[in-house]
């Protein structure tokens, strides 16, 4: 089964601070994602990688940038967190096609 | 912007009552998922769907997907406290090289006991 974790489950943060959320997955999946939820709009895709130093831009890319130096391994950085950054992230990966797997979420609180 | 369109948004049933969500996008889908959430945690995988007039069933749960493969639905059937949940559609769009998997905006499901 796929086993995807994050860094944090739960996380506070003051505004203008840096933040860097991990994901790591060991399918050896290609695509990785980034997603934030909020209550009433589902999950936005933030960012996405379909190789190792390969990013697209999601729906909401704004206030966000990600790093994938590692085929295992992505991360979504906030450079200046501000409240409206508050929210569940939730990371995926997956194969060229079929299932994703999800993380566990990490629960930002930006004050 | 929201390519998939979910709905209703939240649904109330008592336990023991048949209920219907439906996902719809204005493109032709070539891969629909779904998935299930507890509060606070990360999604679970229940079925994809990838054929015209396909349909699945796992337990007490049914999902289909038309002919024309631009909309779906999940269909419980005698509905258990433990269905209880957010479910979420998602479905690939783009025509890139790269894969960008796209969720609704989730139906929010409580089973009265």
């Known amino acids: 089964d796929v086993k995807v974790t994050q860094s944090s489950r739960y996380l506070v943060k003051r505004t203008g601070e840096k933040v860097f959320l991990e994901c790591v997955q060991d399918?050896?999946?290609?695509?990785m994602f980034w997603y934030r939820q909020d209550p009433g709009l589902g999950l936005r895709l933030i960012y996405f990688?379909?190789?190792?130093?390969?990013?697209e831009k999601g729906d909401i890319p704004e206030g966000y940038s990600v790093s994938r130096e590692k085929k295992e391994r992505f991360s979504l950085i906030l450079e200046s967190a501000s409240t409206n950054q508050t929210s569940m992230y939730l990371c995926?990966?997956?194969?060229?096609?079929?299932?994703?797997?999800f993380g566990p979420g990490t629960r930002l609180t930006v004050l | 912007s929201q390519e998939l369109e979910q709905s209703p948004q939240s649904l109330i049933v008592q336990e023991g009552k048949n209920l219907t969500i439906n996902c719809t996008s204005s493109?032709?889908?070539?891969?629909l998922y779904w998935y299930k959430q507890k509060y606070g945690e990360g999604l679970i995988f229940l079925m994809m769907?990838?054929?015209?007039?396909e349909e699945k069933s796992h337990e007490k749960i049914t999902a289909k997907l038309d002919e024309k493969k631009q909309q779906s639905s999940l269909h419980i059937t005698a509905s258990q406290p433990s269905h209880a949940g957010i479910y979420l559609c998602?479905?690939?769009?783009?025509?890139?090289?790269?894969?960008?998997?796209?969720f609704g905006s989730g139906t929010q499901l409580t089973v009265l006991p």
């Open positions: 399918m050896d999946h290609e695509n």
């Open positions: 995926a990966s997956s194969k060229t096609s079929g299932r994703a797997g």
């Open positions: 998602g479905a690939d769009i783009g025509s890139g090289s790269a894969r960008q998997l796209t």
């Open positions: 493109k032709t889908l070539y891969g």
């Open positions: 769907l990838q054929k015209g007039g």
């Open positions: 990688s379909y190789d190792v130093k390969m990013k």
